[in-house]
């Protein structure tokens, strides 16, 4: 049974930083995809960052430009998202998710991935 659990969200002025933690149970340390996705009311979820589980390749959305960093402790499975320089824009409830490697990368669509968890909500003041 995989379990996600989102921490590390709050309010910070932009320009500020967050770090987001995702405690997983049940996701092997190999083959598995873990990501972050965001969502504002209104709006689809979008892929932020993804990892692949075991190489640690990671893939960012075009919009992090450089200010996001995803990394995984490797004896736990806890990945993590180091956030700098927050906009006003990244403004959302931030969802960690995971799924089982099928193919040679994450994908970034929603559909794909099977578990989720309840979120953490991030919001960046002016």
């Known amino acids: 049974q995989v379990q996600l659990v989102e921490s590390g969200g709050g309010s910070v002025q932009a320009g500020g930083s967050l770090r987001l933690s995702c405690a997983t149970s049940?996701?092997?340390?190999?083959?598995?995809?873990l990501a972050w996705f965001r969502q504002v009311p209104g709006k689809g979820r979008e892929a932020v960052a993804r990892?692949?589980?075991?190489?640690?390749?990671?893939y960012y959305a075009d919009f992090v430009n450089g200010r996001f960093t995803l990394s995984r402790n490797k004896a736990t499975n806890e990945m993590y998202m180091q956030m700098n320089d927050l906009r006003i824009e990244d403004t959302a409830q931030y969802y960690c998710?995971?799924?089982?490697?099928?193919?040679?990368?994450?994908?970034?669509?929603?559909?794909?991935?099977?578990?989720w968890g309840q979120g953490t909500q991030v919001f960046v003041s002016s």
């Open positions: 998710a995971a799924a089982p490697r099928t193919g040679a990368s994450c994908p970034e669509s929603t559909s794909f991935y099977p578990y």
């Open positions: 049940g996701v092997a340390k190999v083959n598995f995809c």
């Open positions: 990892i692949k589980v075991g190489t640690d390749f990671t």
